[in-house]
């Protein structure tokens, strides 16, 4: 089983909720920027209150913030780990590059999972976070196909993306994505 992993897709596909249960059962490191940007938030620090703000409009949180809160968290994880809604764009992809080769850690698996627009809209507006109202997710949707959507094949051409149905029951995406990693 590879366990270098990045989860990759639109805004509610089901990246946390998959990546969650990877990690439990692979003994992989989660690492979420969306759950480390949520726990900045709660702390109440400036970089969390500015953080906030562009979150709830639905926009990507400053690359450099991002990054530093994942490399801290990277240098310190030797057995596995899955990189869960990070990169988000291709400036954050070429750092994630090169932050691997600085620690001889290289990328084994990408898993995208793929789910129409249509059912993500009501996925989110059923889960009603702070950022989950009808304008904000067609701005997380539309900033997705503007700047993430573009890493889907950069990671094809290297040869290591999976790709995922992801409209299906939680446990039969799982063990999709299982099968797609060599499980
Ligand atoms: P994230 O926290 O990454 O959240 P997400 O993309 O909205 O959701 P995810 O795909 O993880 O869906 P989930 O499993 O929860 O991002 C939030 C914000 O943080 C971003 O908009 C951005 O502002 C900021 N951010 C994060 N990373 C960043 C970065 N690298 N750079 C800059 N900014 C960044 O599932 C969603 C719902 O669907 C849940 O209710 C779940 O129960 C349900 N669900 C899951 N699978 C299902 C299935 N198979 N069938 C039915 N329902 C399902």
């Not at 590879?2 to 805004?11: D, I, Q, S, T």
């Not at 690359?63 to 990169?87: K, T, Y």
Request: with cysteine; net charge negative.
């Amino acid at each position: 089983m590879k366990k270098k992993l990045l989860f990759l897709g639109p805004p509610g596909a089901g990246k946390g909720t998959q990546a969650n249960l990877f990690c439990k059962k692979y003994g992989l490191d989660h690492l979420s920027t969306g759950d480390l940007l949520r726990d900045e938030v709660s702390s109440g620090s400036v970089l969390g209150v500015k953080a906030a703000e562009v979150m709830n409009k639905g926009e990507l949180v400053s690359d450099d913030l991002v990054l530093s809160i994942v490399e801290a968290r990277l240098v310190n994880i030797h057995q596995g780990w899955l990189l869960d809604g990070f990169p988000r764009n291709v400036n954050q992809a070429n750092s994630l590059k090169s932050l691997l080769e600085k620690i001889n850690q290289p990328l084994e698996g990408v898993v995208l999972i793929k789910v129409a627009d249509d059912y993500l809209i009501k996925r989110l507006l059923e889960r009603g976070r702070q950022d989950d109202n009808e304008q904000v997710i067609i701005n997380r949707l539309k900033v997705y196909r503007e700047k993430t959507s573009p890493l889907i094949d950069l990671y094809s051409k290297q040869g290591i993306l999976e790709e995922i149905e992801g409209n299906a029951d939680i446990d039969v995406v799982f063990s999709c994505i299982e099968k797609a990693l060599g499980g």
